[in-house]
Structure formats: structure tokens, C-alpha cells
């Protein structure tokens, strides 16, 4: 089986997100990135496929320079060849990465295309749509089970209260969420594989970008708790505060 | 060590001679090997998040098997055996870092990672043969077998030229027959490969039988080998600690590491190579643990202020900021210099080990003490990480020790009047000989030096003050030299100060080419931080030495002698108190 598995570099969890001085994107300097966790999701399902049906791994990555250790990351993990899509600044429109990943994948023969459900940066969550559209395939998001045989998809998707199932044909796009496995870490011997493989570098196929983003804005600080009193006789106090000053009541 | 290293920094600093050369640039990983390390860093937090949970191994007092598998099959037993072995090739600082990383998540699989690698097979890559390495490194590598480093016996820790361990040469059956007990040794009950050092009779060219030590792989199928029960520690709980037992083993001719009777400097260059692993773990410890420090005293409000409005508070985290930087930037130049090649890098390793152990363990203290009470609950990680850290300043050569051979291997060859004095000197501290003839030599061609190169004009008055008092520091050095001749080496409490003032200048030395080298890299605005920590550092580094130094000449030493004599003849403190006769 011939896997394709986008991936996205994205600041780490515990990131404490600041912005540049002219509030119009974040700043970067002491950002620490990871793998999109989402991704490796997909990651670990292609190599599972793999093992199970043979066949060969690609990651594909569009980002800037930095994002080849996301890319390694992935090969690390235990993917065979990958493919960075290259670009001076992430774009701000799902459409234009769709786009650009289209460009790419749509001659590279794939059974199956993979990715995370969404990025955890931008949370979008737009794209494993938009490329079924544009590559006019199947695409089935949100996936916590799937289930391949011969080129019969079954995969079942979280959606509001309850589980759906889908079936559909390979060639076919599913987005990954949480559950549908356990991503393997990535070995010392895995590490030292994705040392020796060469990434394909090529610059991106770049559409308009039709999203101006404006400005950022923190959020609004939260104002510290209070503490009224500790027993019935507080209570009086405690909504009239919440009445006059919280005015939540 | 290739004979032909280049003297020591702080050596040539004891002669005045200041090779600036050696620390400027400030070492730089390489970029490739950065990024790796990257990858390997990730994937030990990923599983140390799912799977190593420290209280439940302090508590339990040991490393869970799911733990143990889970981190041979990722590899971490091979960190530093080179590729073709098996292993994943890390260079010295990238070694020293991933032991500061798993150090700054859990002390008992530090020391258990670095019992193994750090000491437990560092003799057989330093000194096997390819056919040993061959034989044994793939299996280190991956796990299958664990390394430990067997030196220490009942009657000989400080002292470890003083072990009983024999090897006796069987010549018609081409084995030695090994007996000998070994004590308090990492990795003993979980371990298979032993690098052993025993004694073994040998004939000198002048026909006289000597013993002299040789290092030993021992395994722990071998016939006669057994282990003693697990001893029940204050801390590093969960890393296995236990005596181990040679009785009538036979161990092949093959089986022995580097020339037989070398094995005393097998023995010391394994453990100079192995103190910046622990340097490294220390450090790990205390940055651990100031993350949920600095979380609450930001948040708990004593006198409606937050406890990180108080002054008092404010010293102890400046303090332990600082500390660690200056410390961490000896590490790594120190690794540096190791990943060179060519330079004698055995004194600043014991700089390191020592200062970084105690400002790991000061910080700590300091961490515990700020969130108060709660530090001496169990269900905090303060104690815990207080009760691992403390043995760093025993093992790995006690903190005395590495003072006296900071000192004394310092001054050794220290100008001409050592000329007459050098044998005496190498006498007792035989092992201390870590330098080459070659170094002295190279030493000797140089001229006195009274400046560095120039640095960044922001960091211009720490490096006078480093010059000032290295100059001194020489000074000193040679007066002490002078004044007690070969008494030197039981002068112990002004080596003691002689080594605190050369590690406060390597210290001082070490910020500013850190920050120097930053500054070029930044820019002066992005370092604000760096260089305030390089001045203040400086400023307090120059202070402590100067105290150290006038301590030379001027001291209480000889009453201090004479009231610890008086008091251990006396077995108790007999000084009492109003209706407190009855002595405690
Ligand atoms: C948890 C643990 C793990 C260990 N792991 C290993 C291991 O894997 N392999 C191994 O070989 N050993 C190991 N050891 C042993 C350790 O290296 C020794 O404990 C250490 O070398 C000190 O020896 P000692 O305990 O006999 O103390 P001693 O040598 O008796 O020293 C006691 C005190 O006297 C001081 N002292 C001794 N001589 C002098 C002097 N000349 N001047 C001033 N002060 C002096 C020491 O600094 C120390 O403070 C381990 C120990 C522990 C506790």
C-alpha cells in the first residue's frame, strides 16, 4: 500500500504563546516545535498498514526551514521517504495549503492519504476536507477506527454524541483523532535511520491566500478569585456581589 | 587520552599560564548532532510522561520492568557506543545533555543509565580491544546486558589503591582465578557485565613482584560470582545498590581491559570521564525542581504580598539562577574540550562534578525551603529530589577527594622548585599522575601571562577581575608550594581553598566565553540576562576567591586541627550547659 501522511510542525503544548510587537503574528523566537500530536496519529496508522499490507510511507511537510525536524520526527518514527514542501512563511488559508498539498499528491499515486484531524497551531481543521474536494476522493475526518481490506474502507468518526460509520473506496483521505491508536515512540535506532534519509526539498505550489489575518489579541486576564467568607452568613454578601459586581445574576 | 594532550586549563592557570585558547570560542554542538538530540530528548519525555512515575519508584523502590524494557528497546542503553557497536554515537556533550535531561526527570534512572554507560562500560571503550568491544558492546548497547563498575571494597573507598580483590594468573589453564568482595555497587542486582578491579602480582623489569591493579570484565554466568541483598538507601531508591562476591571465579587471560597492571589509571580515567554524566544529572535535578518552586511562590501570598515579593526570596532564586548558569557553562565547556581529543580535561571534569553536585544541592535545599512546609511533605517532589541528590558529593570520588586532586594535581609540576619536591609529591598521590610529561613540557616553553583575549566591552570588567585573581590564585599557588614543601599534601584545608578559588575562576572564565560567544551570536539586547548573571557571577566569584586565597597565609587551621584531635578523643562534645550535665 502506498501511504501519503501530511504532517504539520506546530509549538510544543506548553508553549506560552507571545506575540510580535506589532501584534500581527506570534512570535517565534523561543517557540519550541513539535509534531503536530494529531499527526502522529496518522503517522502510527500508515505504519501499522504497512506492516500489516507492505507497501511504503511518504511524509509530506509544507512549511519553512525549521520544519524539517517535525519531518525527522516522522521518519523517526518509522516512515520511508518524505517530502518537504517548501515555503518562506506558513500561509494563513487551509486553502492554500490544500492546494499546495494537492499539487503534490495528486501524481504521487497514493492508496491512502492520512493526516491529523487538525493542527493544534491554527486549529482550522479545514484541510483533510478541502483536499477531498480538490483530489475528488473520499475523505472521512475525525477517524478513531478504520478498518482497510482489499481497497474496502470502513472507518468510524467521533461526531456530536455518537460514533458514525462510513464506508467508502481507496484511493481515500482520513483525518485522525485520538484513540484510533497509540503512536510508538520514536527509537534511538529509528532516529538514526531518518539521519540517513534524504528529505526531497521542493519548493510549494502557492495559490492566493484569500485569509488577511488582522491582528492577534491575548485573551482578556482573568481577575482573581475571591473569597467571601466561609459559612452561611457569607451568602447574603456573595450575591450581592454576584449581582452587582459579577453581574451574572 | 592520547599522550600527547595539551595541558589542562586550570593547570597551566596553578603556573600562570592562562590558554585562553582552549576556552574561546565557547564549544558549539554541531548542528546535525543538535538535532538529533532533539529527536532523542522528545521521545524520552514522551515515554517518561506515559510511563515513569518517581514517587511510585521511590516508594517502591524500584524501577518497573515495563520502565526498564521500555528504554532498552528505545535504545538509551547505547548512548555513547559508537554506531558500529550498536549504539547511538553521541558525542561527550551530547551525552552529558541527555543525562542532564533524564537527571531532570528521574535521579534513579539517571544513575541507573549512568552506572551503565557513564562507568559501567566506559573502560571498555576507553581501553578494549575490537574483539572485546565486538563481543560485548552490541549486548550494552541494547540492553541485553547491564553494565557496573566495580572498584569500591569494605576497606577501600577514598582509598581505592587500597583494595584487597586478587587476581591470580592460573598460566596452564590461561585464566585468572578472581576472589574478593565489592561493596555499594551500582547496578549490582540488575547487573551482568562487570568491569572489575583486582590486584594481581607482577614482576617489575627489576625482577621484584609488585601487586598491581588490573581491570577485569567479569560476567555474571561466571562460576563463583554471587550477589548480596539490596541495601535500603536514603535515596536513588529505585537504582539497585549491592555488594557482589568473587569467589574462585575464573576469568580468561582475554578478559582483562588495558595492560595488566594498568589498571589503576583504567580505574581513574573512567571515572574522569564519567563525573560530567553526573554533573550534568545534578544539574537536571535542580532545574526539575524549580519549575513547581517558582510556580508557588508566585502564586502563595503570605502579609498580602505573593512570597515572590520578598526580598529574601528573591536572593535565593537570583542565587540558584546564577549558580546554575555558571556551573552549566563549565559543564559544557568541559565536554567540550573533552570532545576535542586533545586536551587533559581531568581537573575541570572534578570542578565540574564538585560544584555542580553542591549547587544542585544548595538549590534544592533553597527550592525546598521557599515553598516551606509543603517541601517536607512526601507527596512533593522537594524531598524526594534532596534525598537523590545527596550522595552525589560521596560517590565518584567524595567531594574531599576531588579538592585535594584539584589541588595537588594543580600544582604538581608547577615551576622549578617542584623540580626537587616531584617525587615526593607523586608518591601518596599516585593516580593523581593523570598528566602527561608531554603537558609539563609544553608548560615550561610558555612565558607567564598576565591577560586573556579581549571581550565583548559588557562583560570587560569580569574578565579583569578574572585575570587579577587567576594571577593571585598563581601566586598563591606557588607560596603555598614554597612554604610547605612536600607537607603540602597534608596541608588538606588550604588545598581545599586553593581548589575553591580554581573553580571559581573556571567558573568565571567559563560565563564569560559562554556569554561572549553568545553576544556575537545575539547581539548585546538579547543577552541582558546572560550578562547581568556573567557580571554578578564574576562579582562574587572574585570575592570568594579573594577570601579563599588571604585564608592561605592567615587562618585558624592549626586550632581547628587541634580542637577536631581533642574532640575525637573525647568521643562526645563535653561542654556543658546549666542542668544539661548528663551528656548527650
Ligand atoms: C549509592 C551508592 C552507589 C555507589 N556506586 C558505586 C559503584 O557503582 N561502583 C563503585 O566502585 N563504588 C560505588 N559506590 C561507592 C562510593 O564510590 C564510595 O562510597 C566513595 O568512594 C567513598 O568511599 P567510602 O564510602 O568508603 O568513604 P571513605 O573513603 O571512608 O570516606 C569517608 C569520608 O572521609 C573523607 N575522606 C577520605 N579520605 C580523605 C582524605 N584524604 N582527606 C579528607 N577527607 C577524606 C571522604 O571525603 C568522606 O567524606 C557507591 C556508593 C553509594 C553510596
Redesign the interface.
Known amino acids: 500500500m502506498n501511504i501519503a501522511v501530511c504532517v504539520k510542525q506546530v509549538p510544543d503544548t506548553e508553549t506560552k504563546v507571545k506575540l510580535t510587537e506589532d501584534k500581527k503574528a506570534v512570535d517565534e523566537s523561543e517557540i519550541n516545535f513539535i509534531l503536530n500530536p494529531y499527526d502522529e496519529f496518522a503517522v502510527e496508522e500508515a505504519l501499522q498498514l504497512k506492516e500489516k499490507y507492505d507497501g511504503e510511507v511518504t511524509v509530506i511537510s509544507l512549511g519553512p526551514d525549521r520544519i524539517s525536524s517535525a519531518i525527522r520526527s516522522a521518519l523517526a518514527m518509522g516512515a520511508d521517504k518524505a517530502i518537504h514542501l517548501q515555503v518562506d512563511e506558513n500561509p494563513q488559508d487551509p486553502n492554500v495549503v490544500a492546494n499546495a498539498l494537492a499539487a503534490e499528491l495528486k501524481n504521487g499515486g497514493y492508496d491512502l492519504i492520512l493526516l491529523g484531524k487538525q493542527a493544534i497551531d491554527d486549529d482550522h481543521t479545514q484541510v483533510p476536507s478541502i483536499l477531498g474536494e480538490k483530489l475528488g476522493l473520499p475523505s472521512v475526518t475525525v477517524v478513531i477506527k478504520l478498518n482497510i481490506d482489499g481497497d474496502k474502507v470502513v472507518a468510524e468518526r467521533e461526531i456530536d454524541g455518537a460514533h458514525e460509520i462510513v464506508e467508502c473506496t481507496l484511493p481515500a483521505i482520513i483525518s485522525t483523532q485520538r484513540g484510533l491508536n497509540e503512536p510508538r515512540y520514536a527509537s534511538l535506532k529509528g532516529i538514526m535511520r531518518a539521519k540517513k534519509i534524504q528529505i526531497e526539498q521542493k519548493p510549494a505550489q502557492l495559490s492566493d491566500d484569500q485569509l488577511n489575518i488582522i491582528g492577534f489579541e491575548y485573551p482578556p486576564q482573568k481577575n482573581p478569585g475571591k473569597i467571601v467568607g466561609d459559612s452561611a452568613d457569607a451568602v447574603p454578601e456573595l450575591l450581592r456581589l454576584l449581582h452587582e459586581e459579577a453581574k451574572v445574576i | 587520552m592520547p599522550s600527547k594532550a595539551l595541558p589542562s586549563f586550570s593547570k597551566a592557570l596553578f603556573s600562570g599560564i592562562l590558554l585562553d585558547e582552549l576556552l574561546f570560542p565557547y564549544p558549539k554542538m554541531d548542528k546535525?548532532e543538535a538535532?538529533?538530540l532533539?529527536?532523542?530528548q522528545?521521545?524520552f519525555k514522551?515515554?517518561a510522561d506515559d510511563k515513569i512515575d518517581s514517587q511510585k519508584i521511590d516508594e517502591e523502590a524500584h524501577i518497573p520492568d515495563e520502565v526498564m524494557n521500555?528504554l532498552k528497546?528505545?535504545?538509551?542503553m547505547?548512548?555513547s557506543v559508537p554506531?558500529k557497536y550498536g549504539g547511538?554515537g553521541l558525542s561527550n556533550t551530547g551525552y552529558v545533555k541527555m543525562l542532564e535531561f533524564i537527571g531532570g526527570t528521574d535521579p534513579s534512572v539517571a544513575i541507573m543509565l549512568g552506572g551503565h554507560q557513564s562507568i559501567g562500560y566506559k573502560a571498555l571503550i576507553l581501553y578494549g580491544t575490537d574483539e572485546q568491544k565486538k563481543k560485548y558492546l552490541p549486548k550494552l548497547a541494547s540492553g541485553e546486558m547491564v553494565a557496573s563498575y566495580c572498584l569500591t571494597e569494605p576497606g577501600a573507598g577514598s582509598d581505592a589503591a587500597g583494595i584487597q580483590s586478587k587476581a591470580v594468573r592460573d598460566e596452564k589453564r590461561g585464566v585468572y582465578i578472581l576472589n574478593g568482595n565489592k561493596q555499594w555497587i551500582t547496578n549490582a542486582g540488575i547487573a551482568d557485565f562487570l568491569t572489575v578491579f583486582a590486584k594481581e602480582p607482577i614482576t617489575d623489569k627489576d625482577g621484584k613482584v609488585k601487586e598491581k591493579i588490573s581491570a577485569f570484565i567479569v560476567t555474571r554466568d561466571m562460576k563463583g560470582v554471587s550477589v548480596g541483598k539490596e541495601e535500603n538507601k536514603l535515596g536513588l531508591k529505585g537504582s539497585s545498590t549491592a555488594s557482589l562476591f568473587f569467589e574462585d571465579v575464573e576469568v580468561p587471560f582475554e578478559n582483562v581491559i588495558g595492560e595488566p597492571g594498568k589498571g589503576f589509571k583504567v580505574a581513574m580515567n573512567v571515572l574522569n570521564a564519567g563525573r560530567l554524566g553526573l554533573s550534568g544529572g545534578s544539574l537536571g535535578a535542580l532545574k526539575h525542581v524549580m519549575r513547581p518552586a517558582l510556580a508557588h511562590i508566585k502564586e502563595r501570598r503570605q502579609f498580602g504580598k505573593t512570597l515572590s515579593e520578598f526580598e529574601m526570596i528573591k536572593e535565593k532564586v537570583a542565587q540558584m539562577t546564577i549558580d546554575l548558569f555558571a556551573t552549566e557553562s563549565m559543564i559544557y565547556l568541559t565536554s567540550g574540550l573533552m570532545d576535542r581529543g586533545d586536551v587533559d580535561y581531568s581537573l575541570e571534569a572534578a570542578m565540574c562534578k564538585v560544584r555542580a553536585t553542591e549547587v544542585a544541592w544548595n538549590g534544592i535545599n533553597e527550592c525546598l525551603q521557599m515553598v516551606g512546609g509543603l517541601g517536607f511533605m512526601k507527596e512533593y517532589p522537594y524531598q524526594r529530589l534532596m534525598r537523590d541528590g545527596r550522595v552525589n558529593m560521596i560517590f565518584e570520588g567524595t567531594n574531599e577527594i576531588l579538592r585535594m586532586f584539584i589541588t595537588l594535581a594543580g600544582i604538581r609540576d608547577e615551576g622549578e622548585y617542584l623540580k626537587k619536591i616531584g617525587e615526593a609529591l607523586k608518591g601518596p598521590i599516585k593516580g593523581f599522575g593523570v598528566l602527561t610529561d608531554y603537558a609539563t613540557q609544553w608548560l615550561k616553553d610558555r612565558v607567564m601571562t598576565e591577560h586573556i583575549r579581549d571581550v565583548h566591552p559588557s562583560l570587560a570588567n569580569a574578565k579583569v577581575q578574572f585575570e587579577t585573581w587567576a594571577k593571585n590564585t598563581h601566586f598563591s599557588a606557588e607560596r603555598f608550594i614554597m612554604h610547605h614543601g612536600k607537607n603540602v599534601i597534608y596541608r588538606e584545608m588550604r588545598q581545599e581553598r586553593l581548589a575553591n578559588a580554581a573553580i571559581d575562576l573556571f567558573g568565571m572564565i567559563s560565563t564569560i566565553s559562554r556569554v561572549d560567544s553568545l553576544i556575537a551570536e545575539k547581539g548585546e539586547e538579547k543577552c541582558k540576562h546572560e550578562i547581568m548573571i556573567a557580571n554578578v557571577f564574576a562579582d562574587q566569584a572574585w570575592r570568594r576567591v579573594r577570601r579563599n586565597l588571604l585564608m592561605m597565609d592567615s587562618n585558624a587551621d592549626r586550632q581547628m586541627g587541634e580542637l577536631s584531635d581533642f574532640m575525637v578523643k573525647q568521643g562526645f562534645y563535653p561542654f556543658a550547659t546549666e542542668s544539661m550535665e548528663i551528656l548527650l
Open positions: 546535525e538535532e538529533n532533539k529527536l532523542v522528545e521521545t514522551k515515554f521500555g528497546e528505545l535504545g538509551f547505547g548512548l554506531e547511538f
